[in-house]
């Protein structure tokens, strides 16, 4: 799976919207973007995933650039429960048997 | 909603001895894994599960380690002879099939933190 880069840590004010980045340069055409958080050691928790086109739940908001080397998770207005360690994975989709591989992630502070 | 759960939610375990770890994973779902996260490091991927055998382990997943689905709801990780080095929050997930064939997103249980001393 390629490898996935992204800031150690952020801040975002409450009410506002947090748009966390990752770069996926060596991405390919058959890998997702995932994304997960983990709220202070529980498990990790869903959020999306894309594959090329921007997708967008009831969560967050996933864009993911044209050339897909890079997205960005919008969580369109931060609150102090979305406080959590944020992870962008890269995996192949079509095979459940495949691992998730969780890098450092990027540790979000929302602040009042 | 349906979520994945995790007993016990603490384990402590002298070094040596066998300890079991249970999940009921959401009940649709056929896909089974174990993760498990040293206290301040990654979460980091031990096996994954289906039709009743091992899909793909990692290199931590050693002769230690093994994993069952004794009925139709239980998923159990087993470690045979614990050692200082297993202690860690160990988070089972679970995925589909029907729906989103491509993509198998994992819903993981709260965890259960294993201590050994």
């Known amino acids: 799976d390629a490898k996935t880069t992204q800031p150690p840590s952020m801040d975002c004010a409450e009410g506002r919207a947090a748009n966390l980045p990752c770069n996926h340069s060596t991405i390919s055409g058959n890998e997702y973007v995932y994304w997960y958080r983990q709220i202070h050691s529980q498990g990790p928790q869903y959020i999306i995933h894309g594959l090329k086109n921007n997708e967008t739940n009831e969560m967050a908001s996933l864009i993911i650039t044209e050339d897909r080397k890079s997205s960005t998770l919008i969580l369109p207005h931060a609150t102090l429960r979305d406080t959590a360690v944020y992870y962008c994975?890269?995996?192949?989709?079509?095979?459940?048997?495949?691992?998730?591989?969780f890098g450092g992630g990027t540790r979000l502070m929302v602040k009042p | 909603e349906p979520e994945v759960t995790q007993t016990p939610s603490h384990q402590v375990t002298q070094m040596g001895q066998e300890v079991i770890l249970r999940c009921v994973p959401i009940?649709?779902?056929?896909?089974f894994y174990w993760y498990r996260q040293i206290l301040g490091q990654k979460v980091e991927f031990l096996v994954s599960f289906y039709n009743n055998e091992i899909s793909e382990k990692s290199e931590i997943f050693d002769d230690q380690f093994s994993v069952e689905r004794p009925d139709g709801s239980n998923f159990t990780l087993k470690i045979r002879s614990t050692k200082l080095e297993d202690s860690a929050m160990y988070f089972c997930?679970?995925?589909?099939?029907?729906?989103?064939?491509?993509?198998?997103?994992?819903?993981f249980g709260p965890g259960t933190r294993l201590t050994v001393t």
């Open positions: 009940s649709n779902h056929l896909y």
């Open positions: 997930a679970s995925s589909d099939e029907q729906g989103r064939i491509w993509t198998y997103e994992q819903y």
């Open positions: 994975i890269v995996r192949v989709g079509g095979n459940a048997g495949n691992m998730l591989t």
